[in-house]
């Protein structure tokens, strides 16, 4: 499927789908964008947060309303409600980052204009659920943010255009989805006038290299230095915020881990186990060395070093 080519002055109906933080500087660049109208957005439903049950509208949802522009959402858009109200606004284009629901079969060719995906990622690796997270864990030290046509299997549709990354040392999960956030808008910016104009042709993925991501499971933040080697845990460490986070299970309770780094082990130490050198010192020891704490929290506690948690003397099981 490909763009036809279009008057430069003509205005394109657009309807944008998103929930999550990633997809708002998109949404402010299509609002920004010459010959785009946007005339609905498509977000999760409120939700209750906190304690207290706080009504919470998703990132995406709240500048909306800043935005003054039209919001839908339905809390299933396959629901035929859902199709309906996406069918009545109307669009000759649709862009999605950061919906998290899949689009039904019904609502793909609405559009003339193709139904377009921003993927944060270097598509066809890592596709599915989690691909920041993923890219991190995997120790690339680049990434991408893909422009893509939607399609019925998640995130095979053919590339239309693509934006590089960096992926940086220290990048936590955080700070690589705000800087792939401002690389999607960017990426809307440069290739969208460009696809509309039909001078962009969409290429189909490659069968080669493809690898696809679930969604995170809390469990998944337990940090086994039995199995695991220490680099592979501090990228754990990293890839894991701000959701489930890193942790080990002591006497004392849930110990979360915010910074860590990986350094030489000691003779004897068992691999798995809590160890310290000395007073201000605590690791986890793992089959090539061990992973050195810098930033802890027991679970109901603040973050501290793990100086301060020792002070302390919480029963941690340490050896």
């Known amino acids: 499927m490909s763009a036809a080519a279009a008057d430069s002055s003509s205005v394109v109906r657009t309807v944008f789908f998103g929930s999550g933080s990633f997809a708002v500087p998109a949404l402010e660049a299509l609002v920004a964008l010459a010959g785009i109208r946007l005339v609905g957005v498509v977000s999760a439903p409120d939700r209750p947060v906190g304690r207290k049950g706080i009504l919470t509208p998703t990132p995406v949802a709240a500048r909306a309303r800043e935005l003054g522009l039209e919001l839908v959402q339905p809390v299933r858009v396959r629901r035929p409600e859902g199709i309906e109200a996406v069918r009545a606004l109307g669009p000759d284009l649709a862009v999605l980052a950061d919906y998290g629901q899949l689009i039904p079969p019904q609502l793909l060719d609405l559009p003339q204009r193709g139904f377009l995906n921003l993927h944060p990622s270097a598509l066809p690796r890592h596709r599915g659920a989690s691909p920041i997270p993923a890219t991190i864990l995997a120790g690339d030290e680049s990434a991408a943010v893909s422009l893509m046509l939607l399609a019925e299997e998640m995130d095979a549709g053919p590339i239309v255009a693509v934006e590089p990354l960096e992926v940086r040392p220290d990048d936590t999960a955080v700070t690589l989805e705000e800087r792939a956030a401002e690389a999607a808008a960017k990426l809307l910016r440069r290739a969208l006038p460009e696809w509309l104009a039909g001078r962009l042709e969409a290429r189909p993925q490659p069968a080669e290299g493809v690898t696809v ?10 940090l086994d230095g039995s199995s695991r080697a220490a680099a592979e845990l501090e990228r754990q460490v990293r890839a894991y915020q701000p959701w489930p986070g890193s942790y080990l299970e002591t006497p004392a309770g849930r110990l979360i881990v915010w910074r860590a780094h990986s350094a030489p082990g000691r003779p004897g ?45 919480p029963a941690l099981g340490v050896r």
């Open 213 to 222: 991501t679930r969604p995170l499971r809390r469990g998944d933040g337990l």
């Open 269 to 313: 130490e068992q691999a798995g186990r809590l160890v310290s050198a000395g007073h201000d010192d605590l690791a986890i020891a793992t089959r090539d060395g061990c992973l050195a704490l810098d930033e802890v929290q027991l679970a109901g506690g603040r973050r501290m070093s793990p100086a301060e948690l020792l002070r302390g003397r």
